[in-house]
């Protein structure tokens, strides 16, 4: 992606989100009934490991509920797989509500996460996809900064970088530069303009060493991101919401998905919040080091969502 994980406080991106959590969202599809238990479905993830470990819970749940699954995993950015789900190459991955829907419509109103809900569905119809009911956990954009700087600059939102423009460095994914929310929406809403920008083609663990050596002096980060709270980072507030809401929602190509299979993965989104996201996150790229199915199997057998092995 993205562009993605938390954050100011998870309470205040959960604050800030669809708030989907527990109750039903206009976001949503109606399920899809035309598909066959028997019909195999092609799971498949964007080319990042939260995809991955997301795409893992959908294909394990999904074989659990008597599905038959295959997967392709890692397929790539949303240049590759909406037209692979369009085209039916691929049937199911996870996405995130806010970049998803400036990617089919580019021109489309992400100031509030009601202006997304709205108009996400009609999007993808257009490209003869549907979402399913997103889950409430999010993996926003977000700029930090170290708490060094924090504290040298005073820093609490956005905003506060503009004093320091002419010592500010920052370091995002190469696309930063160019989206709405990144370069041109930091000027647009809070008249930040770094004094240079340093591409970091990984996303976000490069642009963090770099954060933390001291050759950049603030980052794009995930919000979901185990390297906020592992190195004390301050994500900084952002009230004029240049980064929209991201909430984590299964895409798939219309009818292509029975009421079982919908029905396994709604149940997952369900319990699929930002803390649980940032403990899948953690299972993988922590002390553990598990692979993405095996997490995604240990955290769906916690929830009692799967039976396990």
């Known amino acids: ?27 949503a599809a109606p399920a ?12 498949s993830s964007a080319n990042f490991t939260e995809s991955e470990i997301i795409g893992n819970l959908y294909a394990l749940a999904l074989e659990d509920a008597g599905v038959k699954v295959e997967t392709k995993f890692n397929i790539g950015s949303r240049e590759a797989y909406i037209p692979a789900l369009t085209q039916g190459s691929i049937n199911l991955l996870p996405d995130y509500t806010g970049n998803l829907l400036l990617f089919l419509d580019p021109q489309a109103d992400v100031s509030t996460p009601e202006a997304i809900e709205k108009e996400l569905p009609g999007a993808l119809a257009a490209k003869g996809l549907v979402a399913l009911t997103p889950a409430s956990a999010q993996d926003k954009d977000s700029v930090a900064v170290t708490r060094e700087t924090a504290d040298k600059w005073n820093l609490k939102t956005i905003g506060d970088l503009a004093a320091h423009n002419d010592q500010l460095i920052l370091g995002a994914p ?5 989206r709405p929310v990144g370069l041109p929406g930091l000027k647009d809403h809070y008249g930040v303009v770094p004094s240079k920008f340093v591409p970091f083609a990984d996303g976000g663990p490069a642009s963090v060493k770099a954060l933390l050596a001291g050759k950049i002096t603030a980052a794009n980060v995930f919000t979901t ?14 009230p004029k919401q240049n980064f929209p809401a991201q909430n984590v929602v299964p895409v798939a190509g219309k009818d292509k998905l029975s009421d079982a299979a919908v ?3 709604d149940a997952v989104s369900a319990k699929l919040t930002t803390e649980e996201l940032l403990k899948l996150n953690g299972w993988v790229s922590g002390s553990q080091k598990l692979e993405p199915a095996a997490a995604a199997e240990q955290w769906l057998t916690e929830q009692g969502l799967v039976k396990g092995k």
């Open 174 to 178: 190469p696309e930063f530069k160019e």
């Open 32 to 43: 899809p009934a035309s598909g066959t238990d028997s019909g195999t479905v092609i799971v």
């Open 263 to 265: 029905s396994a993965i």
């Open 1 to 27: 992606m993205k562009l993605n994980p938390v954050l100011i406080g998870t309470a205040t991106v959960l604050a800030t989100g669809l708030m989907l959590s527990g109750c039903s969202n206009p976001t």
């Open 225 to 238: 991101s185990t390297d906020i709270t592992d190195n004390d980072l301050v994500v900084l507030e952002d």
